[in-house]
């Protein structure tokens, strides 16, 4: 019987090899080599499936963005609730978890910033926020603010963006080491109050 082969499972391993390599290293640091080596596979499979380290790189910022997005609808699963203000905050601590993964993304879309330059598939890929998650967030807090019986009927768009720019940016100061997870949440609540009076 012929061996099946999971070819999904071949290409996350080759991503998460690259996260890696990038977080520790920086971009410049990765070949496909240093892939295959950080895989424990041949070169031949890295070129199997990536014809240039180009197309590798691009399916490790787009699995990143992917994965991101799984933390966050974990995080909103996880915290079990109806209320638009809980989720609206699982939501944004998701960028600003403590988990040794979550810093791993966030260095990895860090580390690759500069490609963004010249790259306009990377520069895509690195753009905070889409207009699915921005509606998704508007909606959430004009809920929490109906909740709390404010007055405020603006759309939300606008303090929507803020909200992800802000956590991405706090993100990103945790996985450089500059503020711990539990800083940066106070930041988050401090942020979201002024959002929802």
């Known amino acids: 019987m012929p061996k099946i082969v999971d070819h999904e499972a071949r290409r996350t391993r080759l991503v998460e090899a690259v996260w890696s390599l990038a977080a520790r290293g920086g971009i410049e640091q990765v070949s496909l080599r ?38 966050i609808e974990s995080a ?3 915290a ?10 699982a939501c944004l601590y998701a960028l600003v978890s403590p988990a040794a993964e979550s810093s791993r993304l966030m260095r990895f879309a860090l580390v690759t910033a500069g490609r963004a330059v010249s790259d306009p598939t990377t520069a895509k890929l690195l753009a905070p926020g889409d ?67």
């Open 131 to 197: 207009d699915e998650l921005l509606t998704f967030t508007a909606d959430l807090i004009r809920a929490a603010r109906e909740e709390r019986g404010s007055e405020r009927h603006d759309e939300g768009r606008t303090d929507a963006d803020i909200c992800w720019s802000l956590a991405t940016s706090l993100g990103v100061d945790i996985a450089l080491g500059y503020r711990t997870s539990e800083a940066a949440q106070r930041v988050l609540d401090h942020h979201i109050e002024q959002v929802l009076r």
């Open 80 to 89: 079990d609730t109806t209320s638009p203000e809980a989720i609206l905050r």
């Open 76 to 78: 909103v699963t996880a």
């Open 34 to 71: 240093k892939v295959a080596e950080e895989a424990g596979v041949s070169m031949g499979q890295v070129q199997h499936y990536y014809s240039s380290m180009q197309a590798l790189i691009r399916d490790a910022l787009d699995r990143a963005a992917r994965a991101v997005n799984t933390t």
